[in-house]
Every structure is written in structure tokens, then in C-alpha cells.
Nanobody
Framework: QVQLVESGGGLVQAGGSLRLSCVAS????????MGWFRQAPGKEREFVAY????????SYADSVKGRFTISRDNAKNEVYLQMNRLKPDDTAVYYC????????????????WGQGTQVTVSS
């Protein structure tokens, strides 16, 4: 089992920045690739960013490329999502997920999830 807890969400004006954190406990954190997903009201959960177990590979949704940066610190069992130049369309609950194996942008292929953290971007 892997337990994930997100934090760092909040209310920010358009153009602002937030940094989300996700701390893991349980199994060996470096055994897992990590992803950030988000879900807006009435919409499906969508892929935001991915990072491999070593941090050597990252991938982003087109909608956030160039604005968001995913990173991880295996010594601290944490993964981060730095979000810059936020837009109202970024408003959603943000979730981190963990999976064994290679890259995936499908939420159904992640094994463990946190409870989510709300990000609200005002115009």
C-alpha cells in the first residue's frame, strides 16, 4: 500500500503561481512513477503531468506545457507540481497518483491516489 497526501492548493488570481506537494508513505517511493491529474466539476479526471521513478522522464498535457513543472525528491518521498501563469481553466481538484511501470496518462492505470487538493483560479 502507498498512502498519498496532497497539499498546497488554494485560491489564486489568474497569472499567479502555486506549488502543489504530494507526500507518500508506505512502500518504497522510488519504486513508483508519479502523476498529477485534475478533475473539474462535471468533467472527467484528466492527465496533467508525469514523472518517472528516477525523475529522468517527464511528460505534460498540452494544456499545461511550458507553465507547469513536475519534480520529485525521493529522499523526502515527495512529488511536486509547480504551476505558473495560472488560468481560470486550471480550476480543479488536483490529485497525485502512483503506479509501477512506465509512462501512462490514463488515470485508470494508476494504483494509488491521494484525496486531492482544490485549486481555484479567479479571473
Amino acid at each position: 500500500q502507498v498512502q498519498l497526501v496532497e497539499s498546497g492548493g488554494g485560491l489564486v488570481q489568474a497569472g499567479g503561481s502555486l506549488r502543489l506537494s504530494c507526500v507518500a508513505s508506505g512502500r518504497t517511493f522510488s519504486d513508483y512513477a508519479m502523476g498529477w491529474f485534475r478533475q473539474a466539476p462535471g468533467k472527467e479526471r484528466e492527465f496533467v503531468a508525469y514523472i518517472s521513478w528516477s525523475g529522468g522522464r517527464t511528460s505534460y498535457a498540452d494544456s499545461v506545457k511550458g507553465r507547469f513543472t513536475i519534480s520529485r525528491d525521493n529522499a523526502k518521498n515527495e512529488v511536486y507540481l509547480q504551476m505558473n501563469r495560472l488560468k481560470p481553466d486550471d480550476t480543479a481538484v488536483y490529485y497525485c497518483g502512483a503506479r509501477r511501470g512506465s509512462y501512462s496518462s490514463r488515470w485508470s492505470e494508476y494504483d494509488y491516489w491521494g484525496q486531492g487538493t482544490q485549486v481555484t483560479v479567479s479571473s
